[in-house]
């Protein structure tokens, strides 16, 4: 075991907590490089700088930040780092700006993963890095980043002084020994989160089918074990708050996914967390309003397909959508032949440029089976419908980190509804 700044404990206890007051940092002496400058990273490096530890922060966007000097390139940013933070969002977002950096890192240098991965891409960043790599995700979002209270999963061994003074000044760290340890324990503990919610969510529709005021519910749930996400989630739940998302609904459902991927018994949470309907960038507060509020319904079960409450049950008018949504679960290409006029186009941007693609160019993008992680995958009808010959639809598609938001037009031939055109999101 070490001392009180810096300790070393097993999986259970705290290792390290935030000395910063007693005098024990030597933050000039550190310099952090942190990569990605989302809703985490900027609440880690302007927290960083406010400690006085010389930050500098590289994002895709170009996101400049008082006290935290930029560069343009992941490269430029790491040249000079003692510590290199990842926060980025998934492990092919480390690979990609770890590619573009890893000639310019440090000799004796320490990478620190903070994304949500699994933990055989933990494993793999930990094998590739060509410096010392420690894998450790965080519990707690951008406000706890800000005054140093998130929990660090710290999955690696012998920290180093500048990852003791740096991770203390961002909150308190568990030692998960290993890589793949601290992978999966992030997993766990986004899971249960999911679980919450969607409990949450229920809990609130019993009582909406009860006649129960929301404000009355929540005065109770939050003398349960519910009590905590109550805590800090009442004032969305009530249209009380009007602040950017803490966390997003798109990154836990991600998360969600990943899970589900390493641990098939889980495969029901990203289902229930998809039909809430909660747009991707929302706070994960409106997956319980969405649950809450919502009555979704089964439309295809095969196809995973849903409809959103206030959509019509317009058995015909859905035909066509049940079609395509069941060539996008089986892989199979026929089913958009009867899906799509034969003169339909899709459209859309993809990387970075408008396409518009006749019947046959989509088609071909289908290989005849399911994709790998369909058994996760939900599709959910939240618009529909028609006026005399005409229709339109919205369908918003969860396919692993990808969320398609499709909007269809659809006409009556013969008696018969197909797909017309389609345009698409991708998120």
Same mark, same amino acid.
């Given at each position: 075991?070490? *001392?009180?700044?810096?300790? @070393?404990?097993?999986p259970?206890?705290?290792?390290?907590?935030?000395?910063?007051?007693?005098?024990?940092?030597?933050?000039?002496?550190?310099?952090?490089?942190?990569?990605?400058?989302?809703?985490?990273?900027?609440?880690? =490096?302007?927290?960083?700088?406010?400690?006085g530890?010389?930050?500098? #922060?590289?994002?895709?966007?170009? &996101?400049?930040?008082?006290?935290?000097?930029?560069?343009?390139?992941?490269?430029?940013?790491?040249?000079?780092?003692? %510590?290199?933070?990842? $926060?980025? @969002? /998934?492990?092919?977002?480390?690979?990609?700006?770890?590619?573009?950096?890893a000639?310019?890192?440090?000799?004796?240098?320490?990478?620190?993963?903070?994304?949500?991965?699994a933990?055989?891409? =933990?494993?793999?960043?930990?094998?590739?890095?060509?410096?010392?790599?420690?894998?450790?995700?965080?519990?707690?979002?951008?406000? $706890?980043?800000?005054?140093?209270?998130?929990? %660090?999963?710290?999955?690696?061994?012998?920290?180093?002084?500048?990852?003791?003074?740096?991770?203390?000044?961002?909150?308190?760290?568990?030692?998960?020994?290993?890589?793949?340890?601290?992978?999966?324990?992030?997993?766990? $503990?986004?899971?249960?989160?999911?679980?919450?919610?969607?409990?949450?969510?229920?809990?609130?529709?019993?009582?909406?089918?009860?006649?129960?005021?929301?404000? $009355?519910?929540?005065?109770?749930?939050?003398?349960?074990?519910?009590?905590?996400?109550v805590?800090?989630?009442?004032?969305?739940?009530?249209?009380?708050?009007?602040?950017?998302a803490?966390?997003?609904?798109?990154?836990? *459902?991600? /998360?969600? /996914?990943?899970?589900?991927?390493?641990?098939?018994?889980?495969?029901?949470?990203?289902?229930?967390?998809?039909?809430?309907?909660?747009?991707?960038?929302a706070?994960?507060?409106?997956?319980?309003? #969405?649950?809450?509020? =919502?009555?979704? +319904?089964?439309?295809?079960?095969?196809?995973?397909? @849903?409809?959103?409450?206030?959509?019509?049950?317009?058995?015909?008018?859905?035909?066509?959508? &049940?079609?395509?949504?069941? #060539?996008?679960?089986?892989?199979?290409?026929?089913?958009?032949?009867?899906?799509?006029?034969?003169?339909?186009?899709?459209?859309?941007?993809? /990387?970075? *440029?408008?396409?518009?693609?006749?019947?046959?160019? @989509?088609?071909?993008?289908?290989?005849?089976?399911?994709?790998?992680?369909?058994?996760?995958?939900? +599709?959910?009808v939240?618009?529909? *419908?028609?006026?005399?010959? &005409?229709?339109?639809?919205?369908?918003v598609?969860?396919h692993?980190?990808?969320?398609?938001?499709?909007?269809?037009?659809? &006409?009556?031939?013969?008696?018969?509804?197909?797909?017309?055109?389609?345009?698409?999101?991708?998120?």
């Amino acid at each position: 075991m070490r *001392g009180r700044h810096g300790s @070393y404990a097993n999986p259970a206890l705290v290792a390290w907590s935030s000395g910063r007051q007693t005098g024990c940092m030597n933050s000039a002496s550190q310099t952090v490089s942190v990569l990605g400058l989302g809703r985490m990273g900027t609440a880690i =490096a302007c927290r960083l700088a406010d400690l006085g530890f010389p930050v500098t #922060g590289w994002s895709r966007s170009g &996101v400049e930040l008082g006290g935290v000097r930029t560069a343009d390139s992941p490269a430029a940013a790491v040249a000079d780092a003692d %510590l290199v933070l990842l $926060a980025l @969002y /998934d492990a092919a977002a480390c690979r990609q700006v770890l590619a573009r950096c890893a000639g310019s890192l440090r000799p004796g240098a320490t990478v620190l993963g903070l994304a949500t991965i699994a933990p055989a891409e =933990a494993v793999d960043l930990h094998r590739e890095t060509p410096v010392r790599y420690v894998h450790c995700p965080v519990l707690g979002s951008a406000p $706890a980043a800000a005054t140093g209270t998130l929990t %660090l999963l710290y999955g690696g061994a012998g920290p180093t002084p500048a990852e003791v003074d740096v991770l203390a000044a961002l909150g308190t760290v568990l030692d998960c020994r290993d890589a793949s340890t601290a992978a999966a324990l992030k997993l766990v $503990a986004n899971g249960v989160l999911g679980d919450g919610l969607v409990a949450l969510g229920q809990a609130l529709a019993r009582a909406r089918r009860l006649g129960l005021g929301r404000d $009355a519910t929540l005065d109770v749930l939050a003398r349960t074990a519910l009590g905590g996400l109550v805590a800090r989630k009442r004032d969305r739940l009530t249209g009380g708050a009007r602040v950017p998302a803490d966390f997003t609904a798109g990154a836990l *459902g991600k /998360d969600a /996914d990943l899970l589900a991927r390493v641990d098939p018994d889980s495969a029901v949470l990203p289902r229930l967390l998809a039909s809430a309907g909660a747009p991707a960038d929302a706070d994960v507060a409106a997956i319980v309003t #969405g649950l809450a509020d =919502a009555d979704h +319904r089964l439309v295809d079960a095969a196809a995973h397909l @849903y409809a959103a409450p206030g959509v019509p049950a317009d058995d015909e008018l859905l035909a066509p959508l &049940v079609g395509y949504a069941r #060539g996008h679960a089986t892989g199979d290409p026929a089913h958009f032949g009867t899906a799509f006029r034969p003169t339909a186009h899709v459209e859309g941007i993809r /990387d970075g *440029g408008f396409v518009s693609w006749d019947l046959d160019r @989509y088609r071909a993008n289908f290989t005849g089976t399911p994709a790998a992680d369909e058994p996760t995958r939900t +599709r959910t009808v939240t618009e529909l *419908g028609r006026t005399g010959t &005409v229709g339109h639809a919205t369908m918003v598609l969860r396919h692993g980190p990808d969320t398609f938001t499709d909007l269809f037009v659809l &006409v009556r031939e013969h008696g018969q509804w197909r797909i017309a055109n389609k345009v698409y999101h991708r998120s």
